[in-house]
């Protein structure tokens, strides 16, 4: 079975401060893969997505995510942090595979970031 | 807005009370899941209706059902719920297709047990 793994945590960052998150996956076919964020006390959201084509993608808010297939990652990035992006991040991966549960989501456990003003 | 609406947002039961949790979409999405997220864990799936073939994740409690009368709704009854199942309980839908698949999530609804 696949697995995604966020090493980090928990990230304090000071506002400003450049972010990268980390993202790893274990499957050795064609995936998707998410980035979703969870603000304190509202739901999930989509915050970016690659499906094919160019490996950099852009999100809202100033995020972007570079698959590099080689590594099996799926890093997160942003220039600088505001204090509104204190939240929890959510690394996802869906493998393109025929049969049950090709189209199901694996998470990862998340990392909590924390951008003090 | 097409979108994902979960009913209640906030559920308090008893132990071993039974509790139905309910989700509805306008996205006319063919495929519903039910997620269970603790505090600061990932979202674990619990189970999936793909039209109306249910797919029941392997280490999914028995305590747990789905019913998905129509494409729009689908419900998570928790039949006799323990103390251990209070949690955000996540509904999401997507269209799935051969190339992509994108889940949306609906706000969730927090359950607790006492």
Same mark, same amino acid.
């Given at each position: 079975?696949?697995?995604? +793994?966020?090493?980090?945590?928990?990230?304090?960052?000071?506002?400003?401060?450049?972010?990268?998150?980390?993202?790893? $996956?274990?499957?050795?076919?064609?995936? @998707?893969?998410?980035?979703?964020?969870?603000?304190?006390?509202?739901?999930?959201?989509?915050?970016?997505? $690659?499906?094919? /084509?160019?490996?950099?993608?852009?999100?809202?808010?100033?995020?972007?995510?570079?698959?590099?297939?080689?590594?099996?990652?799926? @890093?997160?990035?942003?220039?600088?942090?505001?204090?509104?992006?204190?939240?929890?991040?959510?690394?996802?991966? @869906?493998?393109?595979?025929? /049969?049950?549960? +090709?189209?199901?989501?694996?998470?990862?456990? /998340? =990392?909590?970031?924390?951008?003090?003003? | *807005?097409?979108?994902?609406?979960?009913?209640?947002?906030?559920?308090?039961?008893?132990?071993?009370?039974?509790?139905?949790? !309910?989700?509805?979409?306008?996205?006319?999405?063919?495929?519903?899941?039910?997620?269970?997220?603790? !505090?600061?864990?990932?979202?674990?799936?619990?189970?999936? $209706? $793909?039209?109306?073939?249910?797919?029941?994740?392997?280490?999914?409690?028995?305590?747990?059902?789905?019913?998905? %009368?129509? =494409?729009?709704?689908?419900?998570?009854?928790?039949?006799?719920?323990?103390?251990? *199942?209070?949690?955000?309980?996540?509904?999401? =839908?997507?269209?799935?297709?051969?190339?992509?698949?994108?889940?949306?999530?609906? %706000?969730?609804?927090?359950?607790?047990?006492?």
């Amino acid at each position: 079975a696949q697995s995604v +793994s966020q090493h980090n945590h928990h990230v304090i960052l000071s506002e400003a401060a450049s972010l990268e998150l980390g993202c790893n $996956y274990s499957y050795g076919g064609t995936v @998707n893969l998410f980035w979703y964020v969870q603000y304190p006390g509202q739901h999930l959201q989509l915050l970016l997505k $690659y499906f094919s /084509g160019d490996p950099l993608v852009k999100g809202i808010k100033g995020f972007e995510a570079e698959f590099i297939k080689s590594k099996f990652s799926f @890093n997160l990035r942003k220039p600088s942090v505001q204090w509104s992006d204190t939240a929890e991040y959510f690394c996802a991966v @869906n493998p393109l595979k025929s /049969g049950a549960g +090709s189209y199901q989501l694996t998470f990862g456990k /998340g =990392t909590k970031l924390s951008v003090i003003p | *807005d097409a979108m994902v609406i979960q009913n209640p947002r906030y559920q308090v039961t008893q132990f071993g009370k039974p509790v139905t949790l !309910s989700c509805s979409q306008t996205l006319n999405h063919n495929v519903m899941y039910w997620y269970q997220q603790k !505090s600061s864990q990932a979202p674990k799936l619990l189970f999936h $209706y $793909y039209d109306k073939d249910f797919n029941n994740e392997a280490d999914t409690p028995d305590n747990f059902q789905s019913r998905r %009368p129509n =494409t729009s709704f689908c419900f998570l009854d928790i039949r006799s719920p323990g103390l251990g *199942d209070a949690a955000m309980y996540l509904c999401a =839908t997507s269209r799935v297709s051969s190339s992509y698949n994108e889940q949306f999530f609906g %706000p969730g609804t927090r359950l607790t047990v006492l």
